[in-house]
């Protein structure tokens, strides 16, 4: 298993908080597949810098608000 | 998870990996297998033969358009996006890895024909590398999907 990177993300909290918006709906707005919203949140990829700015904007909220650097 | 279930939900890509891999490592043991029954036919190593690539072409091309098209009527939206940004890396990191295996087994048979002079075997080997450089391709391609990038 490789070892995670170091960024910590709240999206599966904020789908949940934005009225249970699926992974689908998700990709779909940001422009990826399904699996790589799977992969992001669980730490298993992390996003590019524009996708992270896209996902932030998803949720109307900053980058650093939901993503966050575990030292 | 059934097997059937863990396939369906996999990214397009990396179903058509697992496809790819399956074809070509077919197509490796079909080549293998005309080269080394030609060569105990004959005793020797058998000479390349051009047939025997053809051969190999043409079962490998039927048998990736036979089945990347069944692939893509069963989800004709994802066989049309484009890749996406981790796909990209992922077939990038796979690409540049799979280059290795290339040269290594090539080397081998450089080395062996240094030692050995033996032409044929020279051809077979450098055919070998490439069968397994693009194999390992597809192996990668799979396991950066599985365990992420």
Not at chain 2, 30 to 55: C, E, H, K, N
Not at chain 2, 111 to 137: C, K, P, R, T
Request: net charge neutral; no cysteine.
């Amino acid at each position: 298993m490789a070892k995670p990177p170091p960024i910590t993300n709240r999206i599966r909290e904020l789908r949940e908080q934005y009225g249970g918006m699926s992974q689908s709906a998700l990709a779909e707005a940001i422009g990826v597949t399904r699996q790589t919203v799977i992969a992001i949140e669980l730490g298993k990829y992390s996003p590019s810098l524009e996708s992270a700015f896209r996902i932030s904007r998803v949720f109307g909220l900053g980058v650093e608000d939901v993503f966050g650097w575990q030292a | 998870m059934s097997l059937t279930a863990a396939f369906r939900n996999m990214p397009f890509r990396e179903k058509t990996a697992w496809v790819m891999a399956a074809i070509l490592i077919g197509g490796a043991a079909f080549y293998l297998d005309l080269v080394i029954s030609a060569s105990r036919a004959l005793g020797q190593t058998a000479p390349p033969v051009i047939g025997f690539v053809i051969a190999y072409v043409v079962v490998i091309v039927t048998a990736s358009v036979v089945l990347m098209s069944a692939l893509a009527a069963t989800s004709p939206r994802e066989a049309n996006d484009p890749a996406d940004e981790r796909e990209k890396i992922i077939g990038d990191k796979a690409g540049n890895w799979s280059g290795y295996v290339i040269v290594v087994p090539a080397l081998g048979a450089l080395w062996h024909y240094a030692v050995n002079q033996d032409g044929s075997m020279l051809f077979h080997l450098v055919f070998l590398s490439l069968m397994l450089g693009q194999i390992a391709e597809y192996v990668f391609q799979i396991a950066l999907y599985r365990r992420g990038v």
